[in-house]
Nanobody, 117 residues
Framework: QVQLVESGGGLVQAGGSLRLSCAAS????????VGWFRQTPGKDREFLTS????????YYADSVKGRFTISRDNAKNTVYLQMDSLELEDTAVYYC??????????WGQGAQVTVSS
C-alpha cells in the first residue's frame, strides 16, 4: 500500500502563489508516476500535471501550463506543486495520486485551495 498526504493548501489572493506538497509513505516509489488533480463541486476531477519518478519527465494540462510547476524530492518521497499567478478559477480541492502505466492507484485525501479577489 501507498499512503499520500497533501499539505500546503489555503486561502490566497488572485495573482498570488501557493505550494502544495504530497508526501508519500509505504512501498517504494521507484516505479510510480505522481500526478496532481483538482475537483470542484459538480465537475469531474481534472488532471493538471504529472511527473515520472525515475526520469522526471513532466506533463501539464493546458489550463495550468506556464503557471504551475511540478517537482519531486526523491530523498524525501515528496512531490510538490508550485502554483503561481493563481486565478479565481483555480479554487478547488487538489489531490495527488500515484500510479503506474497510466492508472492512478493511490490517492491523497485532498487539500482545499481557495483563491479570492
Amino acid at each position: 500500500q501507498v499512503q499520500l498526504v497533501e499539505s500546503g493548501g489555503g486561502l490566497v489572493q488572485a495573482g498570488g502563489s501557493l505550494r502544495l506538497s504530497c508526501a508519500a509513505s509505504g512501498r517504494t516509489f521507484s516505479t510510480y508516476a505522481v500526478g496532481w488533480f483538482r475537483q470542484t463541486p459538480g465537475k469531474d476531477r481534472e488532471f493538471l500535471t504529472s511527473i515520472g519518478w525515475n526520469d522526471g519527465s513532466t506533463y501539464y494540462a493546458d489550463s495550468v501550463k506556464g503557471r504551475f510547476t511540478i517537482s519531486r524530492d526523491n530523498a524525501k518521497n515528496t512531490v510538490y506543486l508550485q502554483m503561481d499567478s493563481l486565478e479565481l478559477e483555480d479554487t478547488a480541492v487538489y489531490y495527488c495520486a500515484a500510479g503506474i502505466a497510466g492508472t492512478w492507484d493511490f490517492w491523497g485525501q485532498g487539500a482545499q485551495v481557495t483563491v479570492s479577489s
